[in-house]
């Protein structure tokens, strides 16, 4: 079959035309004349035209490329798309100069350089003279000097404008002198899983190091220890990916392919067996934390003033007598056990051995549930009714939660309060947790 269909533009004669020139001498073929039909003009005209349309259209915006690429359903296709890698490149070189290492000249350290944490930060702000860094708080816990390197080599002493456990964000800053770029925010919330991501920072003190990966899973609730006693005590929502992440990229950017920093790599699982599981706060929520940091210093969060230590805590088991003593009816199982009370608490009355088993008559667990309804549904001046047990019987009191003191010292409603006999690594089918100092 040709270009056109048999039966509109043929060789051969067809019966139709046969019968029509029948004479009455018999039959013959009709002679073909040596000019074209109007709609034989039409259609190569029309072909013809549509070649050069084309032509015309490729010397304008460039010939498509003859490169396969991998479309949505895994098949190779040719598209118009630049090549993936250099869109890698493009976006690390945009990137680059906005990502800082990180040492931390912490007492431990004794002041040897080479005994310094590491660490890594972005840039994300400048203003009055002031370049403003956005890292994690474990990357910058303990210190007592501070000093970043830009991506030229050049040191800078840094301050901490302020800083935050619980989200693990610490915001720093220096003076300006030659830094000229600040990385561009994009939208953590639109990654699909799949997306090709890219991770900057400073493993193993290697300053400007490039990793790249896909993400592995938008929106991963993990467990955490803020303060490493082995204990789960914080929920944090990350960005799951298999960019390689190790000691010294916390803190570092996490980055899609247009250079917009979607994370702030925090942390990875260090375990026999396990690759590829890196983690990122999501740019939504290190920004709110930001903003806080940047206008009070801190993150305003309600204050109820207790240290706790959960009921059926696996660290720190309570035993017989332990339990005889608080006088608890054998159906409580779960609960927390106030051991110090300030602040609010103290005021509406709790003390030593009560022990709290709800929050607005929504029941409380564990230290973590404590937190989690305190920081997502209340807020600072909210009343708070507390059901707790004391001498084995249920009493409930008000409390009006308050700001936390700056002078308070320890993060109240945070650290958990541990038996140090019981301070070890804890396996909950995630092995260890640990994050890239």
């Known amino acids: 079959m040709g270009l056109f269909d048999d039966e509109f533009y043929s060789t051969k004669v067809s019966r139709r035309h046969e019968r029509r020139t029948e004479s009455p001498r018999g039959w013959k073929k009709r002679k073909r004349g040596s000019g074209w039909s109007t709609l ?22 460039g010939l498509p490329s003859s490169k396969a690429r991998y479309g949505s359903g895994g098949g190779a296709t040719f598209g118009w798309g630049p090549d993936p890698f250099s869109r890698i490149s493009t976006a690390a070189a945009k990137v680059g100069p906005t990502v800082v290492s ?9 002041g040897d350089p080479e005994q310094a944490a590491l660490g890594s930060g972005v840039i994300f702000k400048k203003e009055k003279g002031k370049a ?8 910058i816990y303990g210190a007592s000097d501070l000093e970043i390197l830009t991506s ?3 040191s800078k002493k840094a301050t901490v404008v302020g800083e935050d456990a619980i989200s693990d964000i610490a915001v720093l800053e220096v003076d300006d002198k030659g830094i000229t770029s600040v990385i561009a925010l994009g939208d953590s919330k639109t990654l699909q899983p799949g997306e090709t991501v890219l ?35 914080w929920e944090q929502e990350v960005i799951q990916t298999d960019a390689a992440i190790n000691d010294g990229n916390s803190g570092g ?12 790599n925090t942390m990875k699982i260090a375990d026999m067996g396990v690759e590829g599981l890196g983690f990122a706060i999501p740019v939504s929520e290190v920004m709110k934390t930001v903003n806080d940091l940047m206008e009070h210093g801190k993150v305003v969060r309600p204050y109820l003033g207790v240290y706790t230590l959960d ?33 609010p608490a103290k005021a509406a009355g709790l003390k030593l051995n009560d022990v709290i088993v709800k929050l607005d008559k929504q029941p409380i667990t564990s230290t973590l549930d404590l937190r989690r309804y305190l920081y997502r549904h209340k807020k600072i001046g909210d009343d708070m009714e507390v059901s707790f047990y004391r001498d084995g019987k249920l009493q409930r009191v008000k409390v009006k939660l308050e700001d936390k003191p700056d002078d308070s010292g320890q993060e109240d409603d945070w650290y958990e309060i541990y038996d140090e006999e019981h301070d070890h690594d804890s396996d909950h089918g995630f092995g260890e947790l640990e994050p890239s100092p």
């Not at 403003?132 to 990357?139: D, E, K, L, P």
């Not at 660290?315 to 779960?334: A, G, H, I, K, N």
């Open 40 to 61: 034989q003009v039409s259609i190569v005209s029309s072909v013809l035209s549509a070649i050069v349309a084309v032509l015309l259209f490729s010397l304008i915006t």
């Open 152 to 154: 030229n080599g050049e």
């Open 253 to 264: 950017a996490l980055v899609n392919l247009n250079g917009e920093l979607i994370g702030i």
């Open 132 to 139: 403003f860094i956005i890292t994690n708080a474990h990357v």
């Open 311 to 343: 009921l059926n805590n696996p660290f720190s088991v309570l035993t017989e007598e332990d339990r005889r003593e608080l006088l608890l009816p054998e159906d409580v199982e779960d609960g927390v056990i106030v051991l110090e009370a300030h602040g």
């Open 199 to 233: 991770a900057v920072g400073n493993p193993l003190g290697l300053g400007g190091t490039l990793t790249s990966g896909i993400v592995s899973y938008t929106s991963r609730v993990i467990p955490v220890s803020v303060n490493q006693d082995g204990n789960y005590d």
């Open 102 to 110: 990180i040492l931390n000249h912490s007492e431990l350290s004794g």
